[in-house]
């Protein structure tokens, strides 16, 4: 079954406003968790590290005040995109690693769609 | 240099044959190696992890570790349709911060 949830799994929103995707790891804590986005027949592209405690982690030429992100308990990660528009359409993934070892499992990811 | 390198494809293979997947890799200090399957619109999913140089096999998966040449692969047995995917090899050195890096990924079809 599955070992990281992500909720929704397609959204539609309208042009300037806000929507929120949530991630949760399902029987093991996470202090770290990873959103990532990925455009059709590309690569996963890092966007940020989520930090239970502490502010994320941006990778170079992500927008942290378009995409914010709270980890909100050992348990639960947010995106939330600000401001939606049309270019931000994508599908979204989070992932965490499950110790022990660390393994990394991946959310079932997000469709966004913004019109 | 990138950290991880991985043919991206695409590699089209009649269904029944053996399909090899393979990443090259520059940081000798990686210890964690990990496989992942991931179809069209959905989230990867792990197939194979290992630890050592060697083989590892779980059904018709064979993962593969070569630390002195740095290479590992996948070799996928008798393929089938269902295995048509995009494949993505990862890898990590343990206990530095969860640092992990990824492979671009490999477009595989087998052909019915």
């Known amino acids: 079954g599955a070992v990281v949830s992500q909720h929704p799994s397609r959204v539609i929103c309208k042009s300037g406003t806000s929507v929120k995707i949530e991630c949760r790891s399902l029987?093991?804590?996470?202090?770290?968790m990873f959103w990532y986005r990925q455009f059709p027949k590309k690569s996963l592209m890092l966007m940020a590290t989520s930090n239970e405690g502490s502010k994320a982690t941006y990778e170079q030429g992500v927008e942290k005040d378009k995409f914010l992100i709270n980890h909100a308990s050992l348990t639960l990660s947010t995106l939330t995109v600000t401001s939606a528009h049309p270019e931000d359409s994508s599908f979204y993934i989070c992932s965490a690693p499950r110790p022990p070892g660390n393994t990394i499992y991946f959310g079932e990811g997000s469709w966004l769609t913004v019109v | 240099q990138k950290e991880v390198e991985q043919d991206p494809g695409p590699l089209s293979v009649p269904e029944g044959a053996i399909v090899s997947l393979n990443c090259t890799y520059s940081n000798s200090a990686f210890q964690y190696f990990m496989w992942y399957r991931q179809y069209s619109r959905k989230g990867p999913e792990l197939l194979m992890y290992t630890y050592s140089s060697g083989n590892k096999e779980d059904g018709r998966f064979t993962a593969q570790v070569d630390k002195s040449s740095k290479y590992i692969s996948l070799f996928i047995r008798d393929s089938q349709p269902s295995d048509s995917a995009t494949y993505l090899c990862?890898?990590?050195?343990?206990?530095?911060?969860?640092?992990?890096?990824f492979g671009t990924g490999t477009s595989l079809t087998v052909i019915p």
């Open positions: 029987d093991f804590q996470a202090t770290t």
């Open positions: 990862a890898m990590s050195v343990l206990n530095t911060g969860n640092q992990f890096y």
